[in-house]
């Protein structure tokens, strides 16, 4: 038999983590450092971020997809601060009334900054004109024009009237006015006739009278057309006297303000528009006393005030203090934070609105510069999604009611104009939400072509860790922390590598990081030390472990107690301590677990009692069918696999998955079958293909570290350890603790390559190889599996041959 060499295996105490050497580094503390500027180890993500930001095309947007904490949010605010200042402030953005359609506002844009203005000349418009109308409204000119012109009427009115009398008594009548017009009274010999009287004339006076009676009324019909032509005549031409005096009043303000604004169509429409308003609703100007008498006031409408509405501004977007493009980040991106809203006020129990209430969205805000939303958030408020893609398909904005949209009420609303819009989109989120949106809706890679991919990790060298000095360096100054010196660095950097899970890599979610810089410097603080040590950086390390592994400690405790059984010392047949992790959320940590086998003969095949009662998920499944590969290529080529096996994850009450434990399964199946013990104090994880190869798993530095806190509570013996995958060397970042027990021989970590490694690391029994015949040689842990086997499916045969003879026996016919 040929063994292995395991002290070969056996890892050494400097290959358990990356050790950094503060006298490596060629300052002294961070304080001899230039803080660090932009991002480090994102090389790719900023690359993307830097031509999506500077190609000016449509469907051009950004995703910025990583994990949360890779630095995304602070990097893209200080990259849109530096572009965007090198570019052009956009337009202002206003809304003024409609006088065609009162319920379709108008937009109006302006140069940056004359929004406001413009707002403000409105409103010195609006007085200047309040005071120029009531100025010459009130002048003597004015008056007199309007006295004349009511004298005339009168003088004229009365000369028809008199005229009218005159040829109502040649006919023999007074008239008299009553509210349905003149009522003519005949006058015999002087007297005036009541009916009596007049039903006792002759007949032929009153023939005479009829016929004069109806040339009477043909009369005073006519001098009533006559008198409401006058009164016609009369309002006309006082109307034209106002609209005189008005435009000699304000036609120079109007027309200053189209002067200054002479380049902007839209203000020339619109103020000519407020001029015929103004002429048409001079009444409105001119102050009565029976306005100011009204014992009602608040119930006029349409007087001068509801008038003086008209002719404000809205000034939606306001740039005049905006230094090149805008850049808004928007954290609740609901609906109507996106794309505006127009709110509504109650008047005596009517919901009423108009144009000034119209309020602006994000998009409006960052109109012609960058817009920041976070992915999660737009994709959880309702419509907010849809409404941004309708943006970006229309590159307008209209604002609605929403409620309006999906029917929910319905009531009379504006319907402002849309704006046009070109603004930049960058959204922040996850790969899985960047996958699912890029599969599942067809519109997202059309406006969102550019990716910018932010990676978890990143290569560790000195470059890095320069940078990563720099990095801290630039925090203690943005946050006023004491500085760290080359040790505290050092143990940050080596924090770095434990978060990044790998030796020669450093983490990139620097807000983990950070936790720690804020933690150490309060130890720092009071240890009254003027720099952050190591110490300081450890103490942070081991207060933040505290502080979640409450759990933990519960799951040793009952170790301890025997609640949970473990066996560390001395060998047992078809029993092994397997390694899961186990994740609570804001900590992870490695729980052993105690894997039995049972093997006998049969054909069920290797049974899983998780698998048959739904507690292992499907991965951990596919790692038991490949332990039934392995066996049946190794052993069940010249003979089918008789084997029935139960495997069993003792005193496991909740789900497992992953197939970390397949090795260890297969260990002990191996273990079963040979009838050969297995060292309780080793335990294992490493997957394994059907070749026998292990195959790496995650999680390795915890569950060592959980394992060795079992051993150590239960006392260390120097023959317990645990096994890997070679491939994981990389990835340890053990604790002092751990190591220093492994540098004393106290515990040992092994690393193979394959099962045959493994098993007789955990048996002390080689595996064995097959001669030149295809034989195992004899006593090892093959040849003794083989050999089981042989005689499970001889026996199986046999047991099968003798069922099936009477059943001929009684099948058969006599000849």
Sequence with gaps: MIFININNLKLEAKQLRRFVDPLGFEFETTEDIIPLEGIIGQERAVKATEFALSIKRSGYNLFMSGLTGTGKTRYIKSKLKDFAQKEKTPEDICYVYNFRKTSHPICITLPCGKGQEFKTDMEDLVGDLQEAITKVFAGDEYEESKTQFLKDYQNEKQKIIQELHKFAEEKGFILKYANSGYLSIPVH??????????????????DIFEKNTYEVQEKALEVVKIIQQLEKNVKEKIKKLQNEMAIFAIGHLIKNLQDKYSKINRIQTYLKNIQNDILQNLEDFIDSEEDDKSPFPWLKKGGKEGLLLKYQVNVLVDNSECKGAPVIFEFNPTYHNLVGRIEYVNELGAVTTDYTKIKPGALHKANGGYLVLQAKDVLTNPFAWEGLKRVLKTQELTIEDIREQYGAVSIASLKPEPTKIDVKIIILGNPYLYQLLYSQDEDFRKF????????????????????????????????????????????????????????????????ELVEILYEADVYAAIDNSQYVTSEHVERAFREKKYRSNRYEEKIQEMFEQGKLLITLEGDIIGQINGLAV???????????????????????????????????????DKGLLIL????????????????????????LYGGIDGDSASSTELYVLLSSLAEVPIKQGIAVTGSVNQKGEIQPVGGITEKIEGFYAICNLKGLTGDQGVIIPEQNISDLMLNSEVIEAVENGKFHIYAVQNIDEGIEILSGVPAGKKDKQGNYAKGTIYYLVEQKLKKYSKSYIEIKKDSEEPTKELTEEPS
């Design 189 to 206: 010999e002087g007297k005036q006739l009541n009916a009596d009287e007049y039903d006792n004339l002759e007949p032929s006076v009153k």
């Design 448 to 511: 969102f072509k550019i990716k910018a991919d932010f990676d978890s990790d990143m290569d560790l060298n000195y470059d890095s860790m320069s940078k990563m000095a720099a990095f801290i360096s630039s925090h203690c100054l943005q946050e006023k922390l004491k500085h760290f010196d080359r040790t505290g660095i050092a143990k940050v950097i080596e924090y770095s590598t434990r978060l990044a899970g790998h030796q020669n890599k450093l983490t990139t979610r620097f807000n």
């Design 582 to 620: 186990v994740n609570i959320g804001d900590y992870a940590f490695g729980k052993p677990n105690r894997i039995t086998a049972a093997t006998y003969m049969g054909r069920s095949g290797v049974i899983n009692i998780e698998r048959e009662i739904d507690l292992s998920g499907s991965i951990h």
């Design 628 to 651: 039934i590969g392995y066996l049946g290529e190794k052993f069940a080529q010249d003979r089918p696999l008789a084997l029935s096996a139960s495997l069993c994850f003792e005193q």
